[in-house]
């Protein structure tokens, strides 16, 4: 992998333990006749961290998440948890918890019979499971359900249910896919809390898997984000975040404007690790992603939305640009404009503008855009 | 000048006849004749019939004297006892086996799979009786397939009897009703995610206990329901024992059959048809009491 030493060490909750490996997976691949769904991932997750598997459908995410958890063999490679090869091992028997993205509680059972399940195949005495089951209900707030059965609770509580199901036998590993897909947005960012909260509060290892960044952005230490059955780029968010490495994770990550530099004049002297391109109409001086070569010839450029800003439109800095559409979201404007590239390449920015009470412009209005470079990485083109 | 008065009125707009009138819910006698045919279809058919066959029964007036009569012969007992046991074996088979099939068809993946299961079912139920029969006995009968490639193998030496016995009456009568009892457990299969199972197995579970713990009580009154058609079903069948079980394993058909073809003895005929009648309404009324109402609220909730 591409692991910047000085950035990939996950933020420890448990800093004081010497560091242990939670889950290891070596060239794991997973071949359905001719697709190559997982194509020889590698990754190494310390124990106690939250690590998020991002990637849009067909990414192979749940492919790798079925695959930790021994729903389904792996073509190639191997997976260890703890200490353990647990490629040949039945589900059962790897020492996982499960949260499913439709919960799968078992219909006919009690809340207390569900949390108690993982306890009474472990052979637990049903006094101790009950109570057991009772504590960790508790701790995910849903005291006194317990005789309910699960068609009679909400979504919310249906979700916790199958969080302290997953959680009662305090397994290694907690396996989340798309927990909280089936909730609506504002239940999704309390329980995203609650997640957080939960796994500060447990000594386990958590492998989630989400299509959703802001999911990513709240709960992971780290995320690997995927693409095409491979690992495109794994970090800490906020490093994903304001230093991405690929143009792909730049856009599907940060949501950052990808565009491409019009030259690309090699290593600013005296500053390791930047590079000087011409782009939008300016030289700039901007950071240069550990995937660029210091003497590329070609590059792209991440630019978030909020290091691009209007400037004079009569003067001549910066490019030219025409306002295409303006959305008003409150806390912020987001306005795209229709750069002119020397090319005649059609090329679209957004620029995100403070919100308020500011009003967005009309589209058809001519700018000038400019790039603040501080904020943006040249990427591999 | 009254007329003026009056909103004027579209010569195209009749005034409103309630005769013609659309209405949402039509009235009780459209129901009715609607339902006549079937009505009729039921009353001539089978109420009358029935009465017939009551009256014939107990024509002589000696209340249940032909019951008992019925019932000190050993030879009716065995019948009764035969086609009881035998059908109870063929519901076992068809359920177990059929929901292995309908788990199988419900989860996999694979489309192959999936077409050679389903041919394994429409194909014999498309088939008609005899053809089926038929072939089971160019199969089973002393120089067919299965005794003629024992004896080649070399395990046995001279042809095992597989044909006219309670063996071949099972297997006919399991073969003809398998897809009975694979269509209604699929059914009820469907509204079991089989991610159910592999949460229980992620819990802990080993596989076979993860199908008992979840699939099993959540499709018990659909096996209940499944079990009860194959049984009644089987209860009635007259071919497959004829010609496959042959005089030594009559089942209560040939029973009657026998009555009323070769002895003309119609009241005989009517009590071993009431017995029969009786019996199946004991194993309905046995499922329904078995599935309960709960039971059945919470499958069709899950």
Not at chain 1, 39 to 46: E, F, P, R, T, V
């Amino acid at each position: 992998m591409t692991d910047d030493p000085e950035t990939s060490q996950p933020l420890q909750p448990h800093a004081q333990t010497p560091r242990k490996l939670g889950l290891k997976l070596d060239r794991v691949c997973k071949r359905f006749g001719e697709v190559v769904a997982v194509n020889g991932i590698s990754l190494d997750i310390d124990h106690g961290s939250f690590v998020t598997i991002l990637g849009p459908s067909g990414s192979g995410k749940t492919t790798l998440l079925r695959m930790v958890a021994g729903f389904m063999g792996v073509s190639d490679g191997s997976i260890w948890i703890g200490d353990r090869d647990v490629s040949a091992v039945p589900p059962g028997k790897r020492d996982i918890g499960m949260v499913f993205q439709n919960y799968a509680l078992f219909p006919h059972m009690s809340v207390i019979d569900n949390v108690g399940y993982g306890l009474k195949v472990r052979k637990w005495p049903a006094a101790e499971r009950v109570k057991r089951a009772r504590e960790v209900l508790a701790l995910v707030g849903l005291a006194g359900f317990d005789d309910r059965l699960p068609r009679q609770l909400s979504g919310g509580q249906q979700q916790r249910v199958a969080l302290a199901r997953a959680i009662a036998f305090e397994p290694k590993m907690l396996l989340m896919d798309e927990p909280l897909g089936a909730l609506d947005r504002e239940l999704r960012v309390r329980m995203a809390g609650e997640l957080r909260r939960l796994h500060e509060e447990l000594d386990n290892t958590v492998l989630y898997v989400t299509h959703d960044r802001e999911e990513a952005l709240t709960l992971s230490d780290r995320i690997a984000i995927m693409r095409d059955g491979k690992v495109e780029s794994i970090g800490a968010p906020q490093d994903l975040y304001a230093r991405p490495d690929t143009a792909f994770v730049a856009s599907f990550f940060g949501g950052h404007n990808c565009a491409p530099c019009e030259a690309v004049l090699g290593p600013a002297p005296g500053t390791a690790g930047t590079v000087r391109v011409v782009a939008l109409g300016q030289t700039i001086e901007v950071a240069r992603s550990a995937r660029l070569s210091a003497d590329a010839k070609q590059a792209g450029l991440a630019i978030p939305g909020d290091a691009l800003e209007f400037a004079d439109a009569a003067g001549n800095t910066g490019a030219p640009a025409i306002v295409h559409s303006a959305v008003y979201m409150g806390n912020q404007i987001q306005v795209f404009c229709d750069v002119e590239t020397k090319d005649g390449a059609p090329m679209q920015l957004r620029i995100d503008l403070p919100g308020g009470r500011a009003v967005p412009p009309s589209p058809g209005t001519r700018v000038r855009v400019v790039v603040r470079p501080q904020l943006v990485t040249a990427v591999p083109a | 000048m009254t007329a003026s008065v009056t909103m004027p009125v579209p010569a195209s707009r009749a005034p409103r006849d309630l005769s013609q009138s659309w209405s949402a819910e039509r009235g009780p006698l459209i129901g009715l004749a609607l339902a006549a045919p079937l009505i009729v279809l039921v009353v001539v058919m089978l109420l009358y019939p029935l009465g017939k066959l009551i009256s014939i029964a107990f024509d002589d007036g000696d209340g249940f004297g032909s019951i008992t009569a019925f019932f000190s012969s050993a030879a009716h007992i065995r019948t009764m006892r035969l086609t009881f046991v035998d059908s109870a074996i063929v519901t076992l088979v068809c359920v177990t086996v059929g929901s292995v099939v309908a788990w199988a068809l419900h989860t996999t993946a694979s489309r192959l799979t999936k077409a050679v299961l389903w041919a394994s079912i429409i194909l014999p139920f498309l088939m008609g009786s005899v053809i089926k029969l038929y072939a089971l006995v160019v199969l089973l009968e002393r120089h067919g397939v299965i005794n003629r490639a024992l004896m080649g193998i070399g395990i046995t030496d001279s042809p095992t009897r597989l044909l006219y016995n309670q063996f071949a009456v099972v297997l006919g009568l399991t073969y003809h009703m398998l897809p009975f009892a694979v269509l209604p457990l699929l059914a009820g299969f469907q509204t079991i995610s089989p991610d159910l199972v592999k949460a229980a197995e992620s819990l802990g579970a080993s596989r076979a206990y993860a199908l008992f713990s979840t699939v099993l009580p959540l499709s018990l009154p659909s096996m209940l329901a499944t079990g009860t058609i194959v049984y009644i079903i089987c209860l009635g069948f007259y071919l497959t024992p004829e010609v496959l079980g042959g005089p030594t394993t009559p089942f209560s058909s040939s029973l009657i059959a026998q009555d009323v073809f070769q002895f003309y003895d119609l009241k005989s005929a009517s009590v071993s048809a009431l017995v029969l009648l009786v019996g199946s309404l004991v194993v309905v009324l046995l499922a329904y009491a078995l599935v309960g109402r709960e039971r059945l609220a919470r499958a069709v909730a899950a």
